[in-house]
């Protein structure tokens, strides 16, 4: 696929690493629909758009939300008059131990069932809805060729304090494949892909003994860069013989 010919949404579009890949898309020509809860955030992205040579639009949405979705979609086809790419980008963490003895205290305590659903939620239900809704209208419309684009963690293998995070991401990882095999018919490819440590607004704030303790886990001694991720994504939309696999860029952290 030529990035050029792309319309696109991309949830998670208003910071980090999303709001790099909608910004990206759209210098290289391609349509981009920047998708996000945070509204305010959206609104910040027209003062990065000065060179870019395709169109960005914003929608706010939430992506664990049938109808949120729906429209969402409906916008972006009514506005473009077809859709023929999705970046299911939008995730968060919430990080804990399933269980941990408190060494002082002696107290057990447990990751909350609340932090559980909500990871669930939106990093393995949101791109559930958003692929959905995107590959059904696809269909619908003949639109062809298409693709689907999903971002897993290298944490889908298993990460200590992640049973919620590692769920979520194995689980669309796992879909991955699943979609790859039902959309083939449909001429529309799915791929993935697992970032490492990523330089992000997360990261900004942590301790450099922390940052150089996760760059020690690394083969390449170093974090990676959005535009790293970036180029991955890009290889997936642009190989039309690429489906159902999900590729890792975490420098040789998973080695």
Known sequence: MNIKDLRIIVTGAASGMGKHFAL???AEGAWVMAADKDEKKLKTISEDTRKITGKLETVCVDVTSEQDVARMVDIAFKRWGY???LINNAGLFRDALLVKKDKETGQVRVMSLEDWKIVLDVDLTGPFLCTRAVVARMIESSVQPGVIVNMSSVSRYGNVGQSNYSAAKAGLAADTRV???EFARYGIRVGAVAPGYIQ?????GMRKEVLEKMCASVALKRIGTPEEIYLGIKF???CDYFT???IDIDG???L
């Open 24 to 26: 990206s898309l759209a």
């Open 244 to 246: 159902g696999r999900c």
């Open 252 to 254: 040789g952290f998973v």
């Open 200 to 204: 992000t607004p997360i990261l900004d």
């Open 83 to 85: 859709v023929n790419g």
């Open 236 to 238: 997936i939309i642009e």
């Open 179 to 181: 979609w790859a095999k």
